[in-house]
């Protein structure tokens, strides 16, 4: 299984960037999939941002409530990131994973809860 991210990149403070990650060789069936984007810095913990099910159900952390989208689309077998009103506190690497069982149900899944593990984007905003 193979999590490849992109859309990462530099902006201005309230400026938008839109992440994407194309996962390949999923072995699993399709329903009961949980994706999710987290984000860590250097000497930091990795922080669990949003997460989508195959049964629908989003969350996000508060961190990016009202900013931050996340969408997918299974039959590109990818996910997405929209993120508005970038702030210089999101500047992170951003990491997209997967699992094959449906999400929390109130609550972005913690990272041992995903098998699954993209490299990285970076993205930064500068004020």
């Known amino acids: 299984v193979q999590l490849v991210e992109s859309g990462g990149g530099s902006v201005q403070a309230g400026g938008s960037l839109r992440l994407s990650c194309v996962v390949s060789?999923?072995?699993?069936?399709?329903?009961?999939?949980?994706m999710a984007w987290f984000r860590q810095g250097s000497g930091s913990r990795r922080e669990g941002i949003a997460s989508?099910?195959?049964?629908?159900?989003?969350n996000y952390a508060d961190s990016v409530k009202g900013r931050f989208t996340i969408s997918r689309d299974n039959a590109k077998n990818s996910l997405f990131l929209l993120m508005n009103n970038l702030k210089p506190e999101d500047s992170d690497m951003y990491y997209c994973?997967?699992?094959?069982?449906?999400?929390?149900?109130?609550?972005?899944?913690?990272?041992?809860?995903?098998?699954?593990w993209g490299h990285g984007t970076q993205v930064t905003a500068s004020s």
């Open positions: 994973a997967a699992n094959p069982d449906v999400c929390g149900a109130d609550r972005v899944p913690y990272p041992a809860s995903l098998a699954y």
């Open positions: 060789g999923w072995p699993y069936s399709t329903s009961g999939v949980c």
């Open positions: 989508i099910d195959s049964a629908g159900r989003i």
